[in-house]
């Protein structure tokens, strides 16, 4: 139990470390920042998903539910990776060391 709240306060850090939306420098209208809209609505199915995963894994923390969480967790960070090109310049290395970071979490979950 100790160690899913860890996991879950290091998504929440996680989440909002990611938060920035996409400028006028990096976006032209189109692709996947959507016209200025922010990122993070593009990953808000992943998010919920985990959250669900997260939670479920939580109150049980059996194998199945385990495998789902990373699953989920996964899907999530799969889906982040995609908004790489909505991140500012400025940010980016915070970005890729956020995503590292979230990697390592689910790797070392020991389902």
């Known amino acids: 139990m100790k ?3 860890l996991i879950l306060i290091g998504f929440s850090l996680f989440a909002l470390t990611i938060s920035p939306s996409c400028n006028k420098d990096n976006n032209d209208g189109g692709g996947p920042c959507r016209g200025y ?3 993070s609505l593009s990953v808000q199915d992943e998010a ?3 959250s669900v995963a997260a939670s479920a894994y939580s109150g049980d923390p059996s194998t199945a539910n385990c495998l789902k969480y990373k699953e989920a967790y996964n899907d999530y960070i799969d889906a982040l990776e995609n908004q790489r090109a909505c991140v500012p310049a400025s940010q980016k290395a ?3 060391q956020s995503i590292d970071g979230a ?3 689910v790797n070392a979950l020991g389902c």
């Open 48 to 50: 919920a998903a985990l």
């Open 3 to 5: 160690k899913s709240k």
């Open 94 to 96: 915070a970005f890729e």
């Open 103 to 105: 990697r390592a979490s």
């Open 37 to 39: 809209i922010s990122w």
